[in-house]
């Protein structure tokens, strides 16, 4: 049986050093530690900023549940960034879009942190980074929905000093991500916040079959050519 990986190998001559190298880079820091959830964006441009930000963070997937509202890249505000991100959707078909995205996290280990200025929220300064955070942000007016706030492990919210109430959404995201990431470098008892060899590889796999042009038509070429020896 072949190994799958001897078509990597393949293909990594399609692919330039210095993008090889730049991948690299990217991976050495990529993670899964903290993810980013969005509930019901409507307006898709917003939501591909937040996965622009979230690439430029080095967070590796996006969950989004859509209700009332689906989900499409904009890719004039993206700017590729969803070749990077892996963007996981949950419809809520009888209700459990919520619900079936919380317990997929929880089987992975997350907290559900849900970012909500009601009362009992705590401020970003005070949250702990000791356990994997799944970061909820509602849509652009609402926020949070009450079913979030109710099946969240905990509330929290950014401190404002002006007369607006509220960040864009992308803009609340990279502050969250920014003092997260903070937290957790100048912390050196944080175990696993980068991928593990075998994630590195399935993504690099992934992302060399993205980069090379028609990769498909090489891979049937590829093992076509083997199966003829």
């Not at 050495?28 to 980013?36: D, E, L, N």
């Not at 849900?114 to 799944?134: F, M, R, Y």
């Amino acid at each position: 049986m072949t190994n799958p990986q001897t078509f990597f190998e393949y293909l990594t001559q399609y692919v330039t050093p210095h993008k090889r190298q730049l991948i690299e880079q990217v991976l050495a820091q990529r993670t899964r530690y903290f993810t980013v959830v969005l509930e019901d964006i409507y307006k898709p441009h917003n939501a591909s900023a937040v996965l622009r930000t979230a690439d430029c963070f080095g967070i590796q997937d996006i969950h989004i549940i859509e209700k009332e509202n689906s989900y499409e890249v904009n890719p004039y505000v993206v700017r590729g960034a969803a070749q990077w991100v892996d963007i996981h959707k949950y419809s809520n078909e009888a209700g459990m879009g919520v619900s079936n995205c919380f317990e997929q996290l929880r089987s992975e280990g997350y907290q559900i942190i849900a970012t909500s200025p009601d009362s009992g929220s705590i401020s970003i300064h005070e949250l702990n980074v000791s356990q994997k955070i799944a970061l909820v942000f509602g849509n652009e007016h609402a926020g949070v929905s009450d079913e979030v706030k109710a099946m969240a492990d905990k509330l929290v919210h950014i401190p404002m000093m002006g007369f607006t109430e509220s960040f864009n959404i992308s803009v609340a995201v990279s502050i969250f991500l920014f003092d997260l990431i903070r937290k957790v470098q100048s912390q050196s008892t944080i175990q696993n916040f980068h991928l593990n060899e075998d994630e590195k590889q399935l993504l690099k796999e992934k992302w060399y079959r993205d980069i090379v042009k028609n990769s498909e038509i090489h891979e049937k070429v590829f093992f076509s050519s083997l199966n003829s020896k």
